[in-house]
């Protein structure tokens, strides 16, 4: 029924229009209001304008009523709340709509061509194909087609795309092949989501469901996985409590394995997951000394850990140990920070190397000019500070399996023993320290230099030590003593020819005069 109706009637089209002057036409339960106009013919009746009813309202050129339903091929749907002064919590554009109040639910179908959902109050919109209104029980649920797109790593995602357009989220998406919408608490469930991609990580939430609660929050995610960068995929972070804040930020926690050389596996518990101004993943943890980590079957640790998405390997910023039963060399804890390879760890040794208690590490054998004699020290303290340093390696610290011993010197000498540098070896079965490279003999002579290089071999159980040297000496010498000094050895038939040929020779003028220039007077 209505009132202020303008009423007119066409014979010869057997069409009778009803418009609205300024009252609304009551329709059903005569709380339903049609504001625009009611048309009747033979066919039945239809109406253009907007149709208001049960909190909800339809807007269409055409629609169709009948006794306990209406439809429409193109209409724009909206739910309004009461509780918020009839602000919208719902709202689509461009569906088909079929309306049954006797099944007390609406089916809405999306005609394409921008056809989009929008949730207000929680700042988000969706593509969903369908969604059916369940009127009694304040409820939508909304399923996908066979919509799929690509992101990321090419993994396919199938549903609808739902956005944020919160402001300070940058437009945050994901996929969800179907989800409810709950119009009393105003929180969406989405579901069938693979994962969210945030910063430069995948985040796969646990079940594939995600809640979106009010101005675009999505509620903590437990027992989520991270997966990071998308690019690289270097890290996986499971079992993770996650907070996502817009498209590029993210925080939370989570957990990564450790996986060494003999594939076994140690947790790590990431207590810090986050983004850094650049847009990369890092996470922090924390090992205790009383973890008994390891890096390694032969190296300890205990310290701080650090991921970096970009970065292929943790890095390890602590303290380690080598492994040995050598009783004359104390097992000190040594500082150091650096990305570990598993399978091929080198550990950089320099001046910096200091103990526990912050006092300095060294690797050398070393020359006291009291009772102590010749002795060894790797990664220790010198037995007193004026002790002379006779050979000490500084660079990375590297085992090596086949021989079982712990070795120091420059990545390329380690790699290759034919390169020039320092080089200090322990070994773990015999406990002798084998060195290479320049020798300071701590010898003080005036005008006369004397520089040495060759190989030193330490053994600590009999105190014994094995020098094997070359020497080059440069001093003020007259041209006729030397030549007298060259005949009187050209002349001497009991001297032993020198061995020109010897490894230690070769290796020890290379050191002394380079790689190129030793090689030329060897060659001559």
Not at 83 to 110: C, M, P, Q, W, Y
Not at 461 to 487: C, P, Y
């Amino acid at each position: 029924e209505g009132e202020h109706i303008l009423t007119r009637w066409f014979p010869e089209n057997d069409v009778m229009i009803h418009k609205v002057i300024d009252k609304p036409i009551a329709m059903y339960d005569m709380k339903s209001l049609m504001h625009g106009q009611t048309m009747i013919r033979p066919d039945g009746l239809s109406g253009a304008g907007i149709f208001e009813f049960e909190k909800a309202e339809v807007e269409a050129k055409v629609i169709k009523f009948k006794y306990e339903e209406f439809d429409s091929d193109t209409a724009d749907f909206r739910l309004k709340d009461d509780a918020l002064a009839n602000e919208l919590t719902f709202s689509t554009i461009n569906v088909n709509a079929h309306v049954s109040f006797k099944d007390r639910n609406g089916l809405f179908k999306s005609n394409g061509g921008g056809s989009f959902i929008d949730f207000p109050q929680n700042q988000y919109i969706c593509y969903m194909d369908e969604f059916k209104w369940f009127m009694d029980n304040d409820k939508i649920e909304l399923s996908a087609g066979e919509t799929a797109a690509n992101e990321a790593s090419d993994v396919k995602l199938e549903g609808a795309q739902f956005i944020s357009v919160h402001p300070d989220q940058d437009s945050l998406s994901f996929f969800s092949s179907k989800a409810t919408y709950n119009i009393h608490k105003k929180i969406i469930r989405a579901a069938g989501v693979k994962y969210i991609n945030v910063a430069d990580a995948m985040v796969y939430p646990d079940k594939q469901e995600i809640t979106i609660l009010k101005k675009a929050k999505i509620k903590t995610l437990h027992n989520a996985k991270v997966v990071a960068s998308y690019i690289t995929q270097y890290h996986h972070i499971y079992n993770a409590t996650i907070n996502i804040f817009g498209k590029k930020n993210y925080s939370g926690s989570g957990y990564i394995d450790y996986v060494d050389e003999i594939e076994r596996k140690q947790t790590i518990f990431l207590q810090n997951l986050g983004v850094q101004p650049s847009g990369q993943t890092y996470a922090t943890a924390v090992i205790k000394d009383t973890a008994q980590f390891k890096l390694s079957p032969v190296y300890d640790f205990y310290g701080k850990v650090n991921l970096f998405a970009n970065n292929e390997f943790l890095t390890f910023d602590g303290h380690c140990r080598i492994k040995h039963d050598c009783d004359l060399l104390t097992k000190n804890w040594f500082s150091f920070k650096t990305e570990i390879n598993p399978n091929d760890i080198y550990i950089p040794i320099d001046s910096l190397t200091k103990n526990v208690a912050g006092k300095p590490l060294i690797a050398s054998v070393l020359l006291s000019s009291d009772s102590l004699g010749v002795y060894s020290a790797f990664l220790n303290r010198k037995k007193r500070p004026s002790n002379q340093e006779v050979i000490a390696a500084q660079g990375f610290l590297h085992y090596d399996k086949t021989t079982e011993e712990y070795r120091i010197s420059n990545k390329d000498k380690l790699q290759e023993m034919s390169f020039n540098g320092n080089f200090l070896s322990l070994s773990t079965k015999s406990c002798k320290i084998y060195g290479e490279g320049k020798i300071n003999l701590g010898a003080q002579l005036g005008q006369v230099t004397l520089n040495a290089a060759g190989l030193v071999t330490q053994n600590q159980l009999d105190n014994e030590s094995i020098f094997d040297l070359v020497f080059i000496t440069n001093f003020f010498f007259t041209d006729d003593a030397l030549k007298k000094m060259t005949k009187r050895l050209q002349e001497s038939s009991t001297l032993d020819p020198a061995k020109l040929d010897r490894p230690t020779f070769e290796k020890g003028l290379r050191e002394l005069l380079g790689k190129d220039e030793g090689d030329k007077l060897i060659a001559e």
